[in-house]
Nanobody, 123 residues
Framework: QVQLVESGGGLVQPGGSLRLSCVASGGIFSINTMGWYRQAPGKQRELVAALTSGGTTNYTDSVKGRFAISRDSAKNTVYLQMNSLKPEDTAVYYC?????????????????WGQGTQVTVSA
């Protein structure tokens, strides 16, 4: 059974940095796109950054130049390095991974979500 485990959230002052990690495990055959979303109170969940297996990245405009997404394919892990954090970056951050998993007699492709990690940027 596929599981995603996130870590790295916390409280940081404006201008500070955090690094989020998300590890995927369980019956994985291959991983395509790995990404990070966030949801602030009262707002819809939005894409923050995504990284395909081919290395193409996509960032929402508000984080360009401050955040960097990367992956370690050998460890089935995606990272989000967040620098120059602002109070408006405060949200619950979720990893999202597109996984082809082996189910014993067949393969299945699904989107999986992490449990979410809180990032709070405040003085």
């Amino acid at each position: 059974q596929v599981q995603l485990v996130e870590s790295g959230g916390g409280l940081v002052q404006p201008g500070g940095s955090l690094r989020l990690s998300c590890v995927a495990s369980g019956g994985i055959f291959s991983i395509n796109t790995m990404g990070w979303y966030r949801q602030a109170p009262g707002k819809q969940r939005e894409l923050v950054a995504a990284l395909t297996s081919g290395g193409t990245t996509n960032y929402t405009d508000s984080v360009k130049g401050r955040f960097a997404i990367s992956r370690d394919s050998a460890k089935n892990t995606v990272y989000l390095q967040m620098n120059s954090l602002k109070p408006e970056d405060t949200a619950v951050y979720y990893c999202n991974v597109d996984i082809l998993s082996y189910r014993g007699s067949y393969y299945r492709q699904d989107d999986y979500w992490g449990q979410g990690t809180q990032v709070t940027v405040s003085a």
